[in-house]
């Protein structure tokens, strides 16, 4: 008879321990389980604000190309019929540099400040590119280059930074050089 408590008890000890190791797995399943989670959320958090990041991009993008081409194609109007504001590269030049400035996409400010050298000496640069009389080939393909540059900024905008800069600091020095040529 003393062995039926005997092997009760016994029964009991292996069931707390059973529950016990249960148990123990149990909360290392859920710290895994949480962990995940939270890697998880990071991952989301982080893929959604590189989303965001690149869609705002897009949208400066979508400025300083419209600035670029009202620019490139722009024809000076005499008289009293003004540019509408849709249409006019000074307004079109504003907007980019506003949203451009203030913008927290990396190379913003590099972009157009770069755009904004090649705009504004954009028939020295072609002159200086030009080989004989083709000064409007160089300046089509100059403002393709921009243009493709703006691109691929939006669409990499971390990645573009070092070769936007490296773009602007030709660029300066062209036209020191064109300049000091010229004095």
Sequence with gaps: MIWLPLFVGG??????????????????????SERLRVADDMSRRHE????ELLQMARDEARLLQKWVR???????HFGPSALPDDKNPSLARVAAQTALEQSFV???GLIFRLTAEE??????LAELEADGGARDVAYRQNVDRTLERIRGWALDPEGSVAGIEADLKTVQSIITEHASADA
Excluded: K, Q
Aim: net charge positive; no cysteine; hydrophobic share 50%.
């Design 70 to 76: 009202l620019t490139a194609n722009y024809m000076p």
């Design 106 to 108: 990396p190379g913003a």
């Design 119 to 124: 705009m504004d000496r954009r028939f020295e």
């Design 11 to 32: 029964a009991s000890v292996a069931v707390a321990l059973v529950a016990l190791f249960v148990s123990h797995r149990a909360t290392a399943i859920a710290r895994e």
């Design 48 to 51: 959604d604000a590189r989303r």
